[in-house]
């Protein structure tokens, strides 16, 4: 089983910019994708990429903010983080799967990192 390890995450000021990362523990052909969970709600979908790169997929609450990259050499995605506000405020999981649609569609990942804080002050 794969592992994924996330970093990344600290308090940031309204407006400003995290760079999360999440390392795989060997190389995966698998769709990657990042997810959050913020205090007292449910955990929901932020980015996807397919394998190649070629495919980007975000929430409506993050496109234009957000983007989504992967280093296949080094087993890597990264989540560069813009414009953050508070209610970007969550734990911000990484999680891969063979398929877009399980992880944009369904929420759901056959692996998961443990999580990194994220934490916007206003």
């Known amino acids: 089983q794969v592992q994924l390890l996330e970093s990344g995450g600290g308090l940031v000021q309204a407006g400003g910019s995290l760079r999360l990362s999440c390392a795989a523990s060997?190389?995966?052909?698998?769709?990657m994708g990042w997810f959050r969970q913020a205090p007292g709600k449910e955990r929901e979908f932020v980015a996807a990429?397919?394998?190649?790169?070629?495919?980007?997929t975000y929430a409506d609450s993050v496109k234009g903010r957000f983007a989504i990259s992967r280093d296949n050499a080094k087993n890597t995605v990264f989540l560069q983080m813009n414009s953050l506000q508070p209610e970007d405020t969550a734990v911000y999981y990484c999680?891969?799967?063979?398929?877009?649609?399980?992880?944009?569609?369904?929420?759901?990942?056959?692996?998961w990192g443990r999580g990194t804080l994220v934490t916007v002050a206003s």
């Open positions: 990429i397919t394998w190649s790169g070629a495919n980007t």
């Open positions: 060997r190389r995966t052909f698998y769709v």
């Open positions: 999680a891969r799967d063979p398929s877009l649609q399980s992880i944009v569609q369904m929420g759901r990942a056959d692996a």
